[in-house]
């Protein structure tokens, strides 16, 4: 173990790191609004399969799980003309993707967060504010 030395506020360095009563640990794993690469499985009928980018919709007091919800993205929405509320727009400034897409809460799935492929993007305020609107209407919130 490192040398202690005192810190401000009753908190002491540790080696590298700062210790303290009250402090939260810092974050590991997935973010809520994080995009990730993920290779979908071919299950069968209408869902996503292959490589896509996929949200994170979890809540960030779960990021210590070993499993994370997802919902995938798409760039090409069969029904992105009739403008289900399920369906989410999100252009490429609002995502860091190259690209505009959609996100498509109505196939949202539960994989091991080592499934995750690399992260490629994250959605603006704006953009997790017409998932929440979404994910309200598809789970019935």
Known sequence: MGERLPADHGEAVVGA??????????AVGPQRGDIHFVVFPDLGGHVLKGPHP??????????????????PMTSAPRSAPEHPPYLVPVAAR???LPRDGFVKCDQLVT??????????????????ARLDAALRFVLAL
Do not use: D, F, K, Y
């Open 17 to 26: 790191r700062v210790v303290g009563i009250g402090r939260q640990p810092p």
């Open 54 to 71: 996929a949200v994170v919709v979890r809540t960030n007091r779960m990021q210590a799980s070993n499993t994370v919800i997802l919902s």
């Open 94 to 96: 609002e995502s860091g």
């Open 111 to 128: 994989l091991p967060t080592v499934a995750l492929g690399p992260l490629t993007g994250r959605l603006n305020p704006e953009a997790i």
